[in-house]
């Protein structure tokens, strides 16, 4: 029954509908075209752990051991990427990052670093700016090999952090227009819908 009665609102209803219809449409195209094309920025880093010399007197890690230390250590590299310390640092190097603390948490909540590998780690930020994107990539991963650095002095010196390709791969990045024509026509025609329930509601009222 409510099928048959909705069916017969849309027909009631179908210039409104088709109304909405387009205007969400065209809102879509809109949104589409002010969009533009975003920019994602990636590097990669290999983390390795040097085999260390046979002693006579201490137990030294055989290469399965040093890769397995590796493995760990990348779960550790991973989060370091991502802390506020790197990011501020990465600030220091370039202009694009803004160093106050809000647009330091933005920066870490849009940097991925994904494990693409046991020992190999990814790392990418996206922006509306090609030059940007590549700036701040190279950053954070100077910021973080230069901090790794430091605290394995104390720690574990024959932990490494490298890059595997020094300037970052760009990819260029857009939504198809397609999602925003579909997703315009399905909202425009749910809202006419609704606000054709809504006019008969209120009329009967």
């Known amino acids: 029954m409510e099928i048959i009665y909705l069916f017969s609102l849309m027909k009631k209803r179908k210039f409104l509908i088709l109304i909405t219809t387009l205007i969400f449409l065209l809102l879509g195209m809109f949104y589409y075209f002010q969009q533009g094309d975003s920019y994602e920025a990636s590097l990669l880093f290999y983390v390795k752990r040097k085999i260390e010399p046979v002693s006579e007197k201490y137990y030294s890690y055989d290469g399965y051991y040093a890769s397995q230390v590796s493995k760990e250590y990348s779960d550790t590299v991973i989060g370091f990427f991502q802390s506020l310390e790197v990011l501020k640092r990465a600030g220091e190097i370039t202009n694009y990052i803004p160093r106050d603390v809000v647009a330091l948490e933005s920066l870490?909540?849009?940097?991925?670093?994904?494990?693409?590998?046991?020992?190999?780690?990814?790392?990418?930020?996206?922006?509306?700016?090609?030059?940007?994107?590549?700036?701040?990539?190279?950053?954070?991963?100077?910021?973080?090999?230069?901090?790794?650095?430091?605290?394995?002095?104390?720690?574990?010196?024959?932990?490494?952090?490298?890059?595997?390709?020094?300037?970052?791969?760009?990819?260029?990045?857009?939504?198809?227009?397609?999602?925003?024509?579909g997703g315009g026509l399905l909202f425009g025609f749910i809202f006419g819908i609704i606000l054709s329930l809504f006019l008969e509601v209120f009329k009967k009222a």
Do not use: M
């Open 108 to 181: 870490s909540s849009r940097l991925i670093v994904t494990k693409e590998a046991p020992q190999l780690i990814k790392a990418s930020v996206t922006t509306k700016d090609k030059e940007e994107s590549s700036a701040i990539i190279k950053a954070v991963g100077q910021a973080g090999i230069e901090r790794i650095l430091l605290l394995n002095q104390t720690g574990d010196p024959n932990l490494s952090l490298d890059v595997v390709d020094s300037e970052p791969l760009v990819l260029t990045k857009n939504i198809s227009l397609f999602i925003f024509v």
